[in-house]
């Protein structure tokens, strides 16, 4: 039928534009361009309307922008480059961070939570687990616990739920850590040297979340100046594994039973060595910014088997496939939101993610550039390309927009006909001009 009206390539080419995303925003309404001279604010005439009735698809398509691999890969796969370009640049400079980054003491760490109990797993040496099995890699009773009855399902969702305070936490001792290894006063430190970091959050086979995270000394005004002397990544380690040893988190009393989070026993600490000075052996700033980024776009269902959306009702389960410690863990964060004590978690809201309810990646002020950043200049760029008329250098934009939510996803058509469709060049990864329009 498409082809029958005549709009089969006009289609083709919006859905193109979308770069793969299968869960678009659907959007009424119109956008208006004007420019406006920089030297005497004089607004000019139009330089381009957009009416998402005249559109192919009959509204304003727009990327879901869904960091989630399982909710929609293209748009995952976005949030995967930026996040990798994001570390990269905290690490050897660009997008705006100076390249003297790359000279500066940094750490790759991984900070694991505590025990609830005994789990399957794969020890070390090729010992077999406790069940008296070796389990492969791919088991799925890796990480569920060999006795569900006695183990903390209460403990491990709370401590999913505390583990970005406990982060905040560390962050704080961590520079005073510093400090005291340099003989300075917190106030003092300041002047000297600043800690910056970038983190991501990852869930362990047994739904418990971990941080792995790309910490660095800088001097006081961060990247743009160099470290004292006595910054070295031995002492930055040091500091490390003291402030992770003391960061404590009291949490709430539950049927007279008090929680307290700290971190686990496992914490790994090692120094990232520069891609161009390592003989295949050190941990390179390339290998980090992958592994980072690799998981800045998994949530607990690709590591538990729980669900990739919020819940409005417990009874969702009976028809949800997932694993049968997911739906404990699940039941139990819904079952402690109903605690008026515990509202302020929202663990029911949060329930599908077990109580987890930070950022999966975060990052101090100074390491780098920022994910928004990064899209601003995709944006730009787009623009450029679409209407290289446009003298930016003596004209700014004026934007009049009004856009209303129609809803989400592809028709039955539409999406047979992404399905076939290559992204449009310039597109690969990234949003269209079009998905700009609500930036108004």
Not at 39 to 62: F, K, N
Not at 331 to 360: I, K, N, Q, V, Y
Request: charged share 25%.
């Amino acid at each position: 039928m498409l082809a029958s009206l005549g709009t089969l390539p006009e289609l083709a080419r919006q859905l193109s534009g979308l770069g793969g995303c299968t869960r678009p925003v659907r959007l009424d309404g119109h956008r208006t361009e004007h420019a406006v001279d920089r030297t005497t604010g004089e607004i000019g005439g139009v330089l381009r309307h957009l009416d998402s009735s005249a559109l192919p698809a009959g509204q304003l398509l727009l990327r879901c922008n869904n960091r989630r691999a399982t909710r929609c890969a293209a748009c995952a796969e976005t949030y995967r480059r930026d996040t990798y370009h994001l570390i990269t640049a905290g690490l050897r400079g660009g997008k705006g961070t100076p390249e003297r980054v790359a000279t500066h003491p940094r750490v790759f760490a991984t900070f694991t939570a505590p025990g609830f109990g005994p789990v399957h797993n794969r020890p070390a040496g090729g010992r077999p687990c406790r069940c008296g099995l070796r389990h492969d890699d791919q088991d799925p009773a890796l990480g569920t616990p060999l006795d569900p009855d006695t183990y903390d399902y209460e403990a491990a969702v709370l401590w999913n739920a505390h583990a970005g305070v406990l982060w905040r936490r560390f962050s704080i001792y961590l520079r005073r850590e510093v400090a005291k290894r340099a003989g300075l006063t917190q106030r003092a430190f300041r002047d000297h040297a600043r800690v910056s970091f970038a983190k991501v959050a990852e869930y362990q086979k047994r739904g418990a979340v971990h941080f792995h995270a790309v910490i660095r000394l800088d001097g006081p005004e961060g990247g743009e100046t160099a470290p004292p002397a006595w910054a070295t990544a031995e002492l930055l380690t040091d500091a490390i594994r003291a402030a992770a040893a003391a960061a404590r988190v009291d949490g709430p009393e539950v049927d007279g039973r008090p929680h307290t989070f700290v971190f686990g026993r496992q914490l790994d600490v090692r120094t990232i060595r520069s891609a161009d000075f390592n003989d295949g052996q050190d941990l390179t700033e390339r290998a980090v910014a992958a592994y980072v980024a690799k998981y800045a776009t998994n949530g607990a269902e690709m590591a538990t088997g729980t669900l990739d959306r919020p819940i409005r009702f417990l009874a969702e389960l009976a028809q949800a496939r997932i694993t049968d410690h997911a739906r404990r863990m699940i039941r139990t964060a819904w079952t402690l939101g109903a605690r008026p004590e515990l509202a302020d978690l929202r663990l029911r809201a949060w329930a599908h993610m077990l109580g987890f309810r930070g950022h999966f990646s975060t990052k101090s002020r100074r390491y780098s550039t920022t994910l928004g950043t990064l899209g601003d200049a995709h944006a730009v760029w787009r623009r450029a390309q679409a209407d290289p008329a446009v003298d930016t250098a003596q004209e700014t934009t004026l934007i009049l927009a009004h856009w209303v939510f129609a809803g989400t996803g592809l028709s039955g058509a539409e999406s047979w006909l992404a399905a076939t469709l290559e992204p449009a060049p310039g597109t690969e990864g990234e949003p269209t001009w079009t998905a700009d329009a609500t930036n108004s």
